[in-house]
């Protein structure tokens, strides 16, 4: 029942919010965010980690003649994706109190409604109750994307649109051919998904199908284009929403619903996929480099970095599941601190332009501090949350084929150029005219920023507080893989 209130809260408070007018629905909605962060940390208190089976199961009856079942639960992967969207949230609905939108009550509405999809997509048990989930985590961030983006939000936000349904067909026609596969009267669940037994040569066409649906999602090189251009043209909370959580519904998706449903399909084209993974890495961190915008620079980062954890997903050992797991964590802690920042630069200068930058530590020590530990976190300095993800993912690639590895490691010294290189443009130097009258963080700014940067370090220093949730959970997954 905890599973199905963790679902359904958000939504209902959606509807609450709804019914406010004005900007006092923001308020409303931090509030519901909030207590759906306690109900998520008590999620977390009463699981039991080395219970490696679903924890706080609901199975009631769906559709019923079809045998597609309302089946919710936690296990450890599931668990540590609940509670990066119930930590994010609260902090992204805050994060946009300077702003003043237009239809707040829509605006913040949604933002909750996508929550709840997201939630669903993270604990469904059920493959046709994943695919409902994932279409309703999709549409709020398509509204949100379009009415408050920026001036080319509409021909982006269609191309966004595109991607993601044709993704969606693709997992709609697999989930839909292995149901039919399911022994009986047929189900969906994801236990008898689990147990099909399918020839190579099937396995290997729904692997392509179910690959390509989170692929777009992560997004994985080649299928990565409509990314840099929807971070850019979204509002910051949009950006936040989509690269802090939705991206990992793909990798997610891997997981609960590639990796073990189809391992012989995984085994014909790990290798494509590590060597499109690795390309991924380059290509984002070279064109990250190359970028003047501070949105498109993080946005073309989390394409290397994403490009890592895919890496690491396919390597099929523990260290490369355990290193995506931990990753994910922290690339969404990073990646929504580090836009948020942006987001202050450009509220205070009107600008994303890095030339035309300079001087700003001078005026905001506050802010340096914060955008210090962010950005060191996303370049994996030892003692920070990136430095444990990404040490397991290269371990995982290394074990997989060591010549991968050494060309997977530039992840780390490419991004060390990048985000060095933007931090001394922005922060150092002297003042100019745009960066004379700087002011520090408010005081809504620090609320955001400060339990950012503590995941920071308490990822870095203690990261088994998070790895033995998933261990047991990653390791009956990996036996079920190599069944």
Known sequence: MLTAILIL???????LVLLVKGQGAKKIAFGAALVELVLGIYAWINFVPANPGTQFLLNLPWIETAGISFKVGMDGISLLMVLLTVFLIPLIILSTFKHTYDRPSSFYALILFMQSGLLGVFTSLDAFLFY???????????????????????????????????????????????????????????????????????????????????????PVFPFHTWQPDTYTEAPAAGTMLLSGIMLKMGIYGVLRWLLPVVPLGVSQWATVVLVLAIIGIVYGAIIAIRQHDLKRLIAFSSISHVGLIAAGLFTLNEQGLQGAMIQMLSHGVNVVGLFFIIDIIQSRTGTRDIAAMGGITQSAPFLTVCFMVLMLGAVALPLTNGFVGEFLLLMGVYQYNAWMGAVAGL????????????????????????????????????????????????????????????????????????R
């Open 9 to 15: 809260w958000p939504a209902v408070a959606a509807l």
């Open 132 to 218: 409902f989930f994932w279409e309703v985590a999709l549409i709020p961030i398509y509204f949100i994307a379009g009415l408050w983006g920026g001036e080319n939000r509409i021909k982006v936000t269609f191309k966004f649109f595109l991607y993601t349904v044709f993704g969606s067909l693709f997992m709609l026609a697999a989930f839909v051919y292995l149901y039919f596969q399911t022994p009986g009267t047929h189900s969906s669940e994801e236990v008898v998904f689990y147990q099909l037994t399918l020839d190579a040569a099937n396995q290997s066409w729904i692997f392509w199908f179910l690959f390509i649906a989170f692929a777009i999602k992560m």
């Open 411 to 482: 992840t780390i010294i490419l991004g060390a150029v990048y985000m060095l290189r933007m931090f001394q443009r922005v922060m150092f130097g002297e003042k100019n005219a745009i960066t004379e009258v700087f002011t520090d963080l408010t005081f809504t700014e620090k609320a955001v920023l400060v339990p950012l940067v503590v995941m920071v370090f308490w990822i870095g220093l203690h990261p088994n507080t998070f790895l033995n949730i998933s261990e047991p959970a990653i390791l009956h997954l990996l036996d079920v893989i190599k």
